[in-house]
């Protein structure tokens, strides 16, 4: 039989016993929820790696890839998109749209101009390769006097070529003004379909662009012409 004061000392042993088993328990449990959530982290920055490496690569484009705007990749509005503006009521419209309007037909008068004048050049480019294909024939047949004639000819085409070049190059550079003038105008920045009249008015320009752009180019042509032709009158001098 046990006595009164060694029950009471196996009953603290077996609640000490029992409680230190609750904190292991416990210590077990914190432990273990601790190693899973770093796991958790672990598994996730790759992901999210992945993901800041793919937009990255969709602004700034990968190696035969176009560029993505960070708006666009975003899903935003592109810059073009956000420089259209709203245009004006009233009054102020039309003021607009007839200004635009006045400046576009006085390029197309230009370009018009521009296009008659390089006529005019390369009808005496043409002139000059002829006089001097005959220089060089009245030379070889040792026809001095035909020769010298042919020769002030051709003076006098140069002269006349100068001035035609000139001339050209004026009205080159004046349209060039003109549509530089035009693209810096408010309403090229309008809103799609918000005026018939700019609607056209600016197909017109565009295509008054690209006209000027060939003339350009039969410019250089011309130039290219007029060098050769020089070349061959000083291996005649």
Same mark, same amino acid.
């Given at each position: 039989?046990? *006595?009164?004061?060694?029950? *009471?000392?196996?009953?603290?042993?077996?609640?000490?016993?029992?409680?230190?088993?609750?904190?292991?328990?416990?210590?077990?449990?914190?432990?273990?929820?601790?190693?899973?959530?770093?796991?958790?982290? *672990?598994?996730?920055?790759?992901?999210?790696?992945?993901?800041?490496?793919?937009?990255?690569a969709k602004e700034h484009g990968e190696p035969g890839q176009p560029r993505i705007p960070p708006t666009a990749a975003a899903g935003g509005t592109s810059a073009a998109e956000s420089t259209r503006v709203h245009p004006p009521k009233g009054p102020a419209k039309r003021q607009?749209?007839?200004?635009?309007?006045?400046?576009?037909?006085?390029?197309?008068?230009?370009?018009?101009?521009?296009?008659h004048a390089l006529r005019e050049e390369e009808e005496l480019v043409k002139r000059e390769e002829a006089n001097l294909q005959q220089e060089q024939s009245a030379l070889q047949s040792g026809h001095t006097k035909e020769f010298r004639k042919l020769a002030r000819a051709q003076e006098e085409l140069t002269k006349h070529l100068r001035k035609s070049a000139l001339e050209a190059q004026k009205l080159s550079d004046s349209e060039r003004k003109q549509r530089a003038q035009i693209d810096g105008l408010p309403i090229e920045q309008w809103e799609a379909r918000t005026s018939q009249k700019h609607d056209k008015t600016i197909q017109v320009h565009a295509k008054l662009a690209v006209k000027a752009a060939a003339l350009e180019r039969q410019q250089q042509l011309l130039e290219e012409r007029k060098r050769r032709v020089a070349q061959r009158q000083l291996a005649l001098a």
């Amino acid at each position: 039989m046990l *006595t009164a004061g060694a029950k *009471t000392s196996q009953a603290r042993s077996a609640a000490l016993g029992a409680g230190l088993l609750l904190c292991l328990a416990v210590l077990s449990w914190q432990i273990a929820l601790r190693a899973s959530g770093a796991s958790l982290d *672990t598994e996730a920055e790759p992901a999210a790696t992945a993901a800041n490496s793919q937009t990255v690569a969709k602004e700034h484009g990968e190696p035969g890839q176009p560029r993505i705007p960070p708006t666009a990749a975003a899903g935003g509005t592109s810059a073009a998109e956000s420089t259209r503006v709203h245009p004006p009521k009233g009054p102020a419209k039309r003021q607009q749209v007839m200004k635009e309007a006045q400046l576009v037909e006085k390029e197309r008068h230009l370009v018009q101009r521009e296009q008659h004048a390089l006529r005019e050049e390369e009808e005496l480019v043409k002139r000059e390769e002829a006089n001097l294909q005959q220089e060089q024939s009245a030379l070889q047949s040792g026809h001095t006097k035909e020769f010298r004639k042919l020769a002030r000819a051709q003076e006098e085409l140069t002269k006349h070529l100068r001035k035609s070049a000139l001339e050209a190059q004026k009205l080159s550079d004046s349209e060039r003004k003109q549509r530089a003038q035009i693209d810096g105008l408010p309403i090229e920045q309008w809103e799609a379909r918000t005026s018939q009249k700019h609607d056209k008015t600016i197909q017109v320009h565009a295509k008054l662009a690209v006209k000027a752009a060939a003339l350009e180019r039969q410019q250089q042509l011309l130039e290219e012409r007029k060098r050769r032709v020089a070349q061959r009158q000083l291996a005649l001098a």
